[in-house]
């Protein structure tokens, strides 16, 4: 038996409604506020939360030297498609060279990054 169940995966970032704002155009669903804290809501899948960070340091990736300290997958039909479209929100790229992959990797506005896959 479980001891917990996923309540949503947080993200720290420097601007809390930018990031959710990011997120909400990318999966749909709608930014609420409360305070510092950003819900990401009417979203299948498990829910995305943001926090301000004082100090915020973006993860780096690839390095074996620093973590990246997570990343997100998120499922697409296209990935050219869905790569225009995430960058044109503001994602970067971190690694999309191979074309011929099932996924390609960006970061966020914040730098988090994440993994468009056709899988």
Known sequence: MAVAK???VVLDCPDPVALAGF????LGGKAE??????DLTGVTG??????AAPGFVAPRWPRPDASQQFH???TVE???AAEKEVLALGA???DAEDRQRTFRVYADP??????????
């Not at 498990?46 to 926090?51: G, I, V």
């Open 6 to 8: 996923l309540g949503s």
């Open 23 to 26: 997120y909400a155009a990318l």
């Open 33 to 38: 506020q409360q305070e510092d804290w950003v």
């Open 46 to 51: 498990a829910p995305l939360a943001f926090q």
């Open 72 to 74: 997100l997958d998120l």
């Open 78 to 80: 296209d990935l050219d």
């Open 92 to 94: 970067t790229v971190l």
């Open 110 to 119: 914040a730098g988090h990054p994440f993994c468009l896959c056709a899988c």
